[in-house]
């Protein structure tokens, strides 16, 4: 194994990367609530928690990756009163549409997809732990955890807890503390039954009791964006720790937030880019790049006029892969695990998966074997770093590098190789006729020492 350096929030600083157990890598990452169309930010956050386990996977790590669902939810709740929509219809409806935009932008599905509503028993069964422990009060229907009770709340954010003032404001009479956060709601429209009264769980508890029951009381990695950190995932870590007694999470990862117009992207303030509207117009795979051309925690400032740039990169890599493809004799195999990544991508990857210097390197392999290959002053090894070159954006990055064979590629190829032998044999005539024939068609033909290339116009 590497020394895979990983940066973990909780500390503040870059650790060796070592699972709990053995080679099994157990993740968390907070899931979407699905009111509405996901934005560009929500696509950072999720390639970024899809390169982490495509990269420890490529260290030789098996990961089992959980992503909740929250489908009950204040902001559901409201959707459904505008709408007259059920809170199930809502949520699947936009959870569907998610599903297609991770497959656009090559994010591989996680595990297990949880949602809340379907957890609803462990929520309860949680909830009364924390009672049972002195973590917890029920107050008028509804169950508060006592932050008082928790000496250490505040650790993860480093926020001073007579700071941390809980955003429910409109129940502060039925707490004993301005900063206790609700466990439990009243509520009898859209409810359930429990100890306390009909009612529906709070934010925070979901992660906690989902975590807990599909990847046990203390695992390795729990990710999401930086704004989760406080109040969601500090609340997660009092829950999870006044009912276990143990640290829940070796790891706190955060990816930076994607601001526009210098605001951070959200729907609350109306200042985001619709996913659906960017991946109809872009390709999502030079969406994905240019996500990925900022370090991930980096604050990104997305500026679409940028996508013109990635896609003149993304473009040389497609025509480097088709270069590969000419010299090579078949399109390169770089499936997982079947070729080595070049060791100068390893090493930036290596230090808290540093992409923007990982395709830097990329490039520096690319840009020289392009003109080797163009030339036909190439051997083995340039062909085996050339594939190692692919296999980095492809199966680490995800960003998949498309040759535009079209459906008569076979024909056009045969074509060349006949032209090839009539230029040999020095029938000049007729090999131009098949290079004009070509070129009525919008194919363009550069001949270079190492053979002819093809172009579409």
Known sequence: MKDFQLYNTLSGKKELFKPLAGKEVRMYVCGITPYDDAHIGHARCYIVFDLLRRYLEYL??????????????????????????????????????????????????????????????????????????????????????????????????????????SADAEHAAEKKNKSDFALWKKDKEFSWESPWGRGRPGWHIECSVLSKKFLGEKFDIHGGGLDLIFPHHENEVAQSEALTGKNPVKFWVHNGMVNLKGDKMAKSTGNFFLLNDLLENYDPMIVRMYLLSTGYRQVLNFDISELADTKKAFNKLCEFKKELYQVFGKVPDSDKGKVKLPETVENVLNNDLNTSAAIGEVFKIVNPLTEK???????????????????????????????????DADRVEKLLEKRRRLREEKKYAAADKIRDKLLKEGIYIKDTLSGARWFRK
């Not at 409201?78 to 929509?85: A, F, L, N, P």
């Not at 996680?110 to 732990?129: H, M, Q, W």
């Open 60 to 165: 030789g790590y098996d990961v089992k990756y959980i992503q909740n669902v929250t489908d009950i939810d204040d902001k559901i709740i409201k959707k459904s009163r505008d709408t007259g929509k059920t809170p199930d219809d809502i949520a699947g409806k936009y959870f569907n549409e998610f599903l297609k935009s991770m497959e656009l932008l090559n994010v591989r599905p996680a595990t297990l997809y949880p949602r809340v509503s379907e957890n609803i028993d462990e929520i309860i069964v949680f909830i009364k732990g924390l009672i049972r422990k002195g973590s917890a009060y029920e107050s008028a229907g509804s169950v508060y955890f006592s932050t008082d009770s928790f000496k250490n709340y505040g650790k993860l954010s480093g926020r001073n807890p007579e700071d941390m003032l």
């Open 373 to 407: 290959f163009l030339k036909g002053d190439f051997n083995k090894l340039d062909i085996s770093q050339g594939l190692a070159a692919v296999s980095a954006m492809e199966n680490i990055l995800g960003i998949n590098l498309s040759i535009d064979r079209g459906p």
